[in-house]
């Protein structure tokens, strides 16, 4: 391994001689310093690093810096989340089959699935959720209770 050291160290540069011209030159004195070895091994006659004479070690002024006194940031604005959208009904599960007109009252027949169901103003469909507000010559109107949202269905091609 030392071998290799000594060998790296004391191995002058292979220089293509079309680049000679990229190349500074170093003076001869220099050249004949450079590739001399001391005792063990390490190049004598570096350039040695000398002194500038100026202290490297005493206080320096510094101007100090003056930043603005940190102040406590307010808060973030509590972002206000996008309205919900608003609820939508279910889709009336209901189908008028027929209607039956005796005097003044009116009963229509409407499908649910495979059920007929007689219905008449007033009346609550299903479990309770829907309720028949009216029924007038050309439409029925069913109200979904939770949601108080009234559904109208056409009489028309009924007669």
Request: hydrophobic fraction near 35%; charge should be negative.
């Amino acid at each position: 391994m030392l071998g290799l050291l000594i060998l790296n160290l004391t191995a002058t540069p292979v220089q293509n001689p079309d680049q000679e011209h990229d190349v500074a030159k170093m003076p001869e004195s220099a050249a004949k310093q450079k590739n001399a070895l001391g005792p063990y091994g390490a190049q004598v006659g570096r350039i040695k690093w000398e002194p500038s004479g100026e202290d490297i070690f005493v206080e320096a002024s510094v101007t100090p810096v003056t930043e603005e006194p940190v102040r406590p940031s307010e808060p973030p604005a509590p972002t206000v989340p996008p309205p919900a959208p608003e609820p939508v009904a279910p889709t009336l599960p209901y189908v008028v089959m027929g209607k039956f007109k005796s005097g003044e009252k009116s009963t229509l027949y409407l499908r649910a699935g495979n059920n007929t169901i007689p219905v008449s103003e007033g009346d609550l469909l299903g479990s309770g959720d829907y309720k028949v507000e009216g029924i007038s010559e050309s439409v029925v109107s069913i109200r979904y209770l939770p949601m108080n949202y009234l559904h109208e269905l056409s009489l028309s091609g009924l007669e």
